[in-house]
Structure formats: C-alpha cells, structure tokens
C-alpha cells in the first residue's frame, strides 16, 4: 500500500514530512520499540492520533536529501554509502521493524552529517507500504547519481544489480573486494623489514665452489699516497708541506696492509690567524676614527661651511654630459576607476540564456553561475576539493574560495519554479539579506539577490 507524503515548510522549524495512516493498521510494537530505543537511521518523527487516524510528523532539521551529496567518491565513501543505505533493510528486524515498511525511495532517503549515517522514512504499519523491485529500483537511481574512482568496482555494483539484486549478497561483495583489494595494497605498498624476506637462492651450477676457492681471491691492497712533490723530482723533506712533520708521525704507526690514511689538517693555525686580522682591522679602525675627530677639532667649529665656501671660490667641475634620451609621447587613455564590485546594471553576454546567477559581488569570482536543469532536477553548489581532486557539485568555486562549503548550497526545479536549499554551510546562504534556514527549499524570483557565504559571493538570479 502506498501512502501519501505532503511536505511542509517552516521558516523556523524546516521542512516537515507529514504522512497520515488508518489507526487499525497501527503497528504497535514496532511503535513502541522505536520510541524505546530508536536507530539512528530512521528520521526523526512525532505522532498524534485524530479521528481514528495516525498522523506522523517527520523533522528534517540538519539532515539533507542524499542526492544532494551526488558525485565522485573514493572507494571507501562510496562502500560507506552503499552500506549505510542497504544495512537498515538487513538490521531493522532488531526493532521489530519490516524492511518494506520503508518509504523505498531516493528521493527520501536523508544524510545525517553528525551522525554520518542514511536515514530513512520508516511507516510503523502491519501492512506493506512497498515490495521487493522497490528496493532494486531505489538502488539503481542511486548507482546514477554516486560514481568511484575504481572502475572495476563501479561495474561489479552495476551488474550485481541488474541481476538477481540482493542487499545481502551486494554488501558481502564489496567487503570481500575491499579485504583483497587492501590486502594488495598492503603487500606491495608496505612491504615488511627485510629479515622477513628469504635470501634469494641460486643453483650450485652457476657459481661451483671449486673453481673459486676461498684462498684464490687476494687481499685488496691500495696504493700509498702519492705527492706532488715527488713527482716534481723532489724528496718528502724539500717539500714545502706544512703539516709535513704530522704525517710522518702517522705513517710510522704499525697498520695493515690495505688501510687508507685520510688526512684533515687542522684548523687551530688558521682560526687563529683570522682572529688576530680581525684584532688588526679594529685597531686600524679605532686609529682611523681618533684621527678624523682630530682634524675636525683643529679646523674649528665651522670648518664644514669653510669648506663649502673653498669649493664655491674654485669654480664649477665640469663633467662628462650625459646623453639625453628621446621623449616618449603616450597617447591619453581614459581608465576606469577600479572597484571590487560589480554594478548591477553589469551587461551580460547574449549568448547566455535561461536560468542563471549573474555576479555583484568581489571581481575575483565567476561571472556567472548558469543553471540549466529541467522539471525534478537538482543543481549542486560548492568549492572544489582538492583531497579528492575531482568535480563533485554542478558548479564549484576555485579551491581558495573563502567562506564556500565543499558541499554549499542547491537548486531544485519544481513545475517550473527553482528553488534554493543551503545544505548545512558552514557560513550560511543568504536570500535578500536574510539567512536561510538549512535543508529548506526557498522559492527564487527573478531579481533576488543571493550570497553563499559573507566574503564577497554575491550574485542576482535571473531567469
């Protein structure tokens, strides 16, 4: 049986679900274990009981339609999301719960950002509000609005529901891919200390021990150092080698044959060197200054002007003149005063048309955001991603945007009508100024202004 869902919007309270049911058809033990222990997948819900009907009330609040949420995932988002929507068909036996007393629809299927769960529309009734296709049919418009990175595992979910669809079978596929798939991953990636790995071995033919006795191989012997000096003709003691005496020392200490002497020369003489020339150079310093304040005390209290007046008396000094370049006339340009805004009288490109955003707001943003969806679409909002690096909103804002959520705001359609939805933003979406309530559709008119945000994202729509 299917029951009829009427929505309603509150400025104050959101979007309200309301669903009316015959009081005989009233599950009442699944009632009651709900509202003793209730899951944290079903939508939170009210009721009250009029003339022999049960009128239940859904509150929406801070959950948002998961379709909303579309795009490119990675795999382990995408394997949470199909999880989080087939587990409560599986688990809701617990609550003495039926899995086609679920409003089985992707259009009523809600994300929970703080719980990080699916929530569902559950109806406590002892008939069944839908049958098994539903669910096969909910998740094949699912697999169109959600894609993976991993190809492979995109087609498995494809064809496992296009056949014989079970929730059960589905889920128990995509653990099982994602234990190979990590399993892989953890082998070749991060491969364990080099002890666990065997010594490769090779056959006895390729290398025979009798032909290569251990004895055969000769001691590696190094040549002495050799000097300059020597080959100049010259003996160690003519050389003129500072640290001559040093080396000699070294060499006269019993080593094996084979040892490399490396020699580094000290560097006591020469820090000491440059000590005492920084000692020189402030005492000539502290000399040269005594002596200019002597010659200036002698010349007198006005010797600077007396100067001046010998310079003047000279002559003039002629020097070499310098050439004169070439004027360079530039044409008059009239510029425009910058500003940071734009006016709202801004022309816009005849090539645009049909619904769209047009900028007011910081020069540094997009022009315009074009909105071309038609009757039961949705148009997604936010700023690109740089983790996941891959488009997930119909629009996005550059990646540095300021005061844009990854996942903003969006558009519906609806008999024509567009609709604008802030989608839990961290920095809100204003309409004509006023801040929007979150998950709650609010009618566009031609003019309205729009502001994702409060750091310049200011647009007028325009249809």
């Not at 000096?229 to 050389?239: I, M, N, P, T, Y």
């Not at 001046?308 to 009239?334: C, F, N, R, S, W």
């Not at 804002?397 to 959520?405: L, R, V």
Request: include cysteine.
């Amino acid at each position: 049986m299917i029951y009829d869902i009427q929505s309603k919007s509150d400025y104050l309270s959101g979007v309200s679900l309301i669903i009316k049911i015959p009081e005989y058809e009233l599950d009442k033990k699944a009632l009651y274990t709900i509202q003793a222990d209730s899951p944290k997948f079903l939508l939170p819900f009210h009721y009250r009981c009029i003339d022999d009907q049960v009128e239940f009330v859904y509150q929406i609040g801070a959950q948002s339609k998961l379709l909303y949420l579309s795009g490119s995932r990675s795999r382990g988002e995408y394997t949470a999301l199909w999880s989080g929507v087939l587990s409560p068909l599986l688990t809701c036996g617990d609550w003495f719960m039926k899995p086609y007393s679920f409003v089985l629809s992707v259009e009523h299927l809600y994300y929970d950002r703080n719980e990080n769960t699916v929530c569902y529309v559950y109806i406590p009734t002892i008939r069944d509000c839908s049958q098994h296709a539903a669910i096969r049919e909910m998740a094949a418009e699912f697999s169109k609005h959600i894609s993976v990175d991993d190809a492979d595992l995109e087609n498995m979910v494809l064809r496992a529901i296009m056949r014989d669809f079970n929730p059960k079978d589905l889920l128990r596929m995509l653990e099982q891919y994602n234990n190979v798939s990590n399993t892989s991953m953890t082998l070749w990636s991060a491969p364990g200390p080099a002890s666990s790995f065997p010594a490769p071995s090779y056959p006895a033919s390729s290398y025979p021990a009798s032909s290569y006795p251990a004895s055969s191989f000769p001691a590696p012997s190094y040549p002495a150092p050799s000097f300059p000096a020597e080959s100049a003709g010259l003996s160690r003691q003519e050389a003129p080698c500072p640290d001559f005496e040093r080396i000699k020392k070294h060499e006269n200490r019993s080593r094996a044959s084979g040892d490399i002497l490396i020699t580094i020369p000290s560097k006591g003489r020469r820090h000491k060197k440059e000590k005492g020339t920084q000692a020189e150079w402030k005492d000539t310093d502290r000399d040269m200054i005594k002596e200019q304040k002597r010659q200036k005390s002698a010349r007198g209290l006005f010797s600077g002007r007396k100067d001046l007046l010998q310079d003047a008396a000279a002559g003039p000094v002629y020097t070499h003149p310098k050439p004169m370049l070439e004027p360079v006339y530039i044409a008059e340009v009239d510029f425009a005063p910058q500003t940071d805004t734009f006016d709202i009288t801004q022309s816009v490109p005849a090539t645009m048309s049909g619904a769209r955003f047009r900028l007011v707001g910081s020069v540094l943003l997009p022009t315009i955001i074009d909105v071309q969806i038609s009757d039961g679409d949705i148009f997604t909002i936010g700023r690109f991603d740089a983790v996941i690096g891959k488009q997930q909103s119909s629009f996005e804002f550059d990646k540095k945007t300021k005061a844009i959520s990854r996942r903003h705001a969006a558009i519906e359609r609806n008999a024509g009508k567009h609709s604008i939805i802030d989608l839990s933003s961290s920095a809100g979406t204003y309409l004509n100024g006023m801040k929007l309530p979150p998950n709650t559709p609010c009618e566009l008119g031609n003019g309205c202004r729009v502001s994702f945000g409060n750091a310049g994202a200011d647009y007028v729509w325009e249809e």
